[in-house]
């Protein structure tokens, strides 16, 4: 054949292809669509309606984006931010904050935010229940009696019992993970704490004292009943595995409003409504959860209109939807419980030294990395613990502020060394930023920053094993809403969180009393007390609060702000 | 025995020291890995007697030797260990994503393949010519972008700039039901099936990441071919065969043919070093393959998926290298095993 000929051939065979391909492109797409039907979840194939249509009704499928999926829906074996973003979705917590504005709690006024948590509250001030919907307190507030809601369903119908609950508390403490650790943390130190009353009624006694996050605890979704019923009539609780384990792996059983019910790992998550929910039926019958690692691509996706919401976009991704840009608007609240901290190692190392810690301090250039290295959002944190959390925060606590000449005579009347690593996540743009603005300062007085780029997973084990001189870390101001349990979690010397090293038995102690006071004004008084010290050597360093940030279909609305910023699905309407 | 048998069994008698210094080589860099996997799985708060009992129960506190062990007994009997991202064994993880991987690279390359053939072919038949010209600017560009990049590129215009492709989430339609599984591949499966609709949008969601890796290969495989032919062009046979009067297109025949063997070699190399290579691909189109897993692996310092992931990309380099080898053999009685 000759080369003219062999070249027409392929040429033809070429423009057959992208025929082809472009023909591909037309006709209608066929979709999948769910409904409740006289109580039952049913699924069809449809043809699709274009995204781009204006005015167009609430899309039957809410399609979040997210960067992986979960590893999981075990209520009691960690899975990280997305497994979070499931669990409140199909489990409920078991109790919740009610949802007020944010002038009650004192933040500046959100964008697109319904309401907020009341995480200002004392004792139960501002809980409203879930899987339990009322409750007694004893005179010495160490025993709670809780009833299980009357019509909390599960998606198989079942009526939520008093040995959900119980039979959830004897898997954590059976597990040992997450679960046992927010029993713990609440007060109740073994399965024998928690008995059955009547198969609606259950006791939790707090043995060593009152504890004053009883409920603020029970608001963390971490902790859910789970529909035994169903467990074992699907056989998932064998004598191998007593714990259903492998059961979670693979879906939820839970009492939330909606179900797991299709989980392929790394690829995505369809969740249907549970049809028994007992606060109704939701707008979004389907959602779907699909992984899609760049945020390019998420943040297209949702202008486009092809997505409905997304979060763990770029700083810059989330600056270019301020102004709306397509179908997304950026929504959330300039102020929460999420800190970005600079974090000084205070047992070895350069900042062993108080007056080392103090310079870093006075050193650090708040309004510019506000301004510059996060574009603004967020606002400058003054305080050890988020001022949401009410009376209890000491606004007045931080002695530092940007003043460079007093770093500079700290750090020579501390004999401090000439050079210090800043370590910090590889993988955040914004932080090298903040490094590049501390290195600047730092050489106005003749130290030498080492920036110490490394990637999440080191970063995390070197927090762990208190390898480092100082880093750029963010953190939760616990999401049990409560200034004493965030003390401990973050300063306490047998906290496993105190990643600076800080052991100070005095300060330790006083933590300790405040975890068995009933709230009032000798608490308040205590932690505020508690608060100077943490601030003035406690090696973790408040820099900004960064607030929430979600890009969002601009027809959404029904954003509620809850301790862990999950959102959850059913409050969602279309407008 | 056969030159052919011979060829087979000498290469495959070498496989077997080449994958067990590649499990211990690939173990072994998997946990010089930096990060703590019992950490990162736990999260940075996790009390010490969770980090300590996750620890034991991975087998992470025995001698690195035993650990090594351990695992190789498991891989004799089919057991990459369990991802803790996915909560699965490796094994089906691997077995639920490869096909996507492969659907990808097969087409990618098909289309490299014939592209480069073809336009190596055409631009050797007149060099200095327009096509041959354009034709080494593409390879230049093709060559100096990395594949990521193409693909960013390709998804901003396309999808973002001129809304012609589908959305980069995957390989169908968000709300798209997959079709009946036999192989994997839905183009494959959907046909099976009789379900056009569902083939028609796993065509649409290939076409991006396939132009992507075929544009970025292509270039190669056009430099190959025009090299060698013009190459060959020049040997004493095809003179001989110019001389004597042989029609153009039938020497265009002997010269394509003898021309084969290099660029075989290069498609073969490529497509084992693409295996790799396409992670980052699958990543930017979140195509849920193989790549996509490894690269959310490794993040996540999941240490079995990780190691599953190189274990199987490596194996099958080494079976194309094999195969690669006995064709050559066989091709070129010159070359000797």
Redesign the interface.
Known sequence: MSTGRLAKWGLWVLVLLSLALASVGCGPEKVVVTEIVEGQVVEKIVTATPASEEASPAPDTLVVLLPATPPGFDPDVWGGKFWEMALVNVYDSVMDYEMVSEEEIGIPKGTGIGGVAKVNGMGDEGIVGNFFESWEISPDGQTVTLHVRNGLKSYWGHQATADDWLWRVQRAFALKDVGQFQLQVMGITGPEDVKKIDDMTIEMHTPRGPSPIFFKGLCVPVLFGVDIDEMKKEGLLTEEDPWGTEAFKKGDFGFGADHVAEFVPGSHVKFVANPYYWKGEPTFKTVIMREVPESSNRFAMVVNGEAHLTEELSLVQKNELRAGLGEAVLLGLPDTNFMLNIFAQRSTGPFAKKECFQALGYAVPYEDIHRLAYMGFGRVMHEAIPRMFGPNVNLDALPYSYDPDKAAELWKAGNCPSSFRLMYDAVIPEWEDIAILLRTEFAKFGVDVILDKQAEGTVTANLSKHDFDAVIEWSSAAFVADVGYGAWLYWHKDSFANFQAWYDDETSAKIDQSMLMLPGPERTALLHEVQVKLLAEGGKLPVLNTGWQIAANKHLHGFYWYSTQKIRWFDLTWE | MDRPARAVLTRIALVIPQLIGLTALVFLLVRL?????V?????????????D?LRHKLGLDLPIHVQYLNYMKGLLHGDLGD??????PVME?IK??LPATLELLILGMGIAV?LGL?VG??SA?KPGGLVDRLTILYALLAGSMPEFYIG?IL??VF??TL??AP????RL?????PPPRLTGMYLIDSVMAGQW?T???A??HL?LPVITLSFWQAGAIMKMTRSTMLQIDESDFINYARLVGVK??IM??YTLRNALPPIISLAITIFAILIGAVVLIE????W?GLG??S??SV???DYEAVTGFLMIAASISLLLFIVMDVLYALIDPRVKL
């Open positions: 890995l930096p990060g703590d996997p950490i990162s799985r736990l999260g940075g708060v996790a009390p010490q007697e969770s980090i009992n991802s803790w991202r996915t909560a699965q993880d639920m994503r014939f073809l072919v055409i038949g960013l998804v901003f999808y973002v809304g012609v959305a980069p989430a995957g339609g968000i709300a798209m039901l609709d083939f028609r949008d065509l649409r076409a153009p297109s265009r025949r990543q930017v189109f979140s849920g996509q897993y690269v959310q993040i996540s310092a």
